[in-house]
T-cell receptor
Framework: AQSVTQPDIHITVSEGASLELRCNYSYGATPYLFWYVQSPGQGLQLLLKYFSGDTLVQGIKGFEAEFKRSQSSFNLRKPSVHWSDAAEYFCAVGAGPTGGGNKLTFGTGTQLKVEL | NAGVTQTPKFQVLKTGQSMTLQCAQDMNHEYMSWYRQDPGMGLRLIHYSVGAGITDQGEVPNGYNVSRSTTEDFPLRLLSAAPSQTSVYFC?????????????FGPGTRLTVT
């Protein structure tokens, strides 16, 4: 069964500092990997995705993530955090659009706080 | 193009009552899903559908029913609400075949069962 682990429940960074949110997954085949962001009281917005090709993927809002198959990781990074990045971030893994309904398994989320 | 819409935004039920959470999408997506979000547990899949007339159970299906009579709509029914169903519910849709399978989420329905 597929699973996702986000080991950091809360992270606090200063505005302007760099950010890395960790994500480890367990999946038997080539995974489809996603990072979503959720602002308070809002739905989920896709930040970026990986399914093949270049292992460093760029997303919206200046975020990037690197797929490392040997470490089963898909960590999210941003070089300089803005106060508006404060939100909850979810990593998710799926079988892709032809994989049985594109079911996603989510991690438990990382709450990001940005100090001014 | 409204994307994925959900109604109502908020709902309070008493134990034992029934209700239907509505979900609609206007992107002609084949796949639709329902998730519940609880603190510290991320999002968990309740039911999903790969097309009109086809539904299947996800990780936490007990207490919920779904049907898919049209491509656009995917309602979630609570037959007899329980306090354990207090949660935020999200509907999502995605394309089948091609693409990357990314899911588009609705704004959510916050349900409280007393």
């Amino acid at each position: 069964a597929q699973s996702v682990t986000q080991p950091d429940i809360h992270i606090t960074v200063s505005e302007g500092a760099s950010l890395e949110l960790r994500c480890n997954y367990s999946y038997g085949a080539t995974p489809y990997l996603f990072w979503y962001v959720q602002s308070p009281g809002q739905g989920l917005q896709l930040l970026l995705k990986y399914f093949s090709g270049d292992t460093l993927v760029q997303g919206i809002k200046g975020f990037e993530a690197e797929f490392k198959r040997s470490q089963s990781s898909f960590n999210l990074r941003k070089p300089s955090v803005h106060w508006s990045d404060a939100a909850e971030y979810f990593c998710a893994v799926g079988a892709g659009p032809t994989g049985g309904g594109n079911k996603l398994t989510f991690g438990t989320g990382t709450q990001l706080k940005v100090e001014l | 193009n409204a994307g994925v819409t959900q109604t109502p935004k908020f709902q309070v039920l008493k134990t034992g009552q029934s209700m239907t959470l509505q979900c609609a999408q206007d992107m002609n997506h084949e796949y639709m899903s329902w998730y519940r979000q609880d603190p510290g547990m991320g999002l968990r899949l309740i039911h999903y559908s790969v097309g009109a007339g086809i539904t299947d159970q996800g990780e936490v299906p007990n207490g919920y029913n779904v049907s898919r009579s049209t491509t656009e709509d995917f309602p979630l029914r609570l037959l007899s609400a329980a306090p354990s169903q207090t949660s935020v519910y999200f509907c999502a849709s995605s394309r089948s075949g091609g693409g990357t399978g990314e899911q588009y989420f609705g704004p959510g329905t916050r349900l409280t069962v007393t």
